[in-house]
Nanobody, 124 residues
Framework: QVQLVESGGGLVQAGDSLRLSCAAS????????MCWFRQAPGKEREFVGI????????AYADSVKGRFTISRDNVKNTVTLQMNSLKPEDTAVYYC?????????????????WGQGTQVTVSS
């Protein structure tokens, strides 16, 4: 398993930008598909976006498409979620997760490694 630590959350206003980072331990980071999920109070954890092992392919939830961008650095063992044009409905705890796989399935139950989460709060 890989250990994951998120950072970069905070309180921002609607329309602002925020950049989340997820640092991974271990020497096999490039073997993992990386995913961002989020969970708002009283709601289920939901998919935000995913990036393949080499970083050449991404996919996003419709709710964030065009506003959020995922990237990764397989040398620094990091994955980043750039969030632009934030909305109050983006308020949630954001988690990064890792899965040793090739496909883009994003069921949270398939991911064996999770970070502790970082809070993002967007005020209106």
């Amino acid at each position: 398993q890989v250990q994951l630590v998120e950072s970069g959350g905070g309180l921002v206003q609607a329309g602002d930008s925020l950049r989340l980072s997820c640092a991974a331990s271990g020497r096999t980071f490039s073997s993992y598909v990386m995913c961002w999920f989020r969970q708002a109070p009283g709601k289920e954890r939901e998919f935000v976006g995913i990036i393949n092992r080499r970083g050449g392919s991404t996919a996003y939830a419709d709710s964030v498409k065009g506003r959020f961008t995922i990237s990764r650095d397989n040398v620094k063992n990091t994955v980043t979620l750039q969030m632009n044009s934030l909305k109050p409905e983006d308020t949630a705890v954001y988690y990064c997760a890792a899965r040793a796989a090739f496909d883009f399935r994003s069921d949270p139950g398939l991911f064996g490694s999770w970070g502790q989460g970082t809070q993002v709060t967007v005020s209106s």
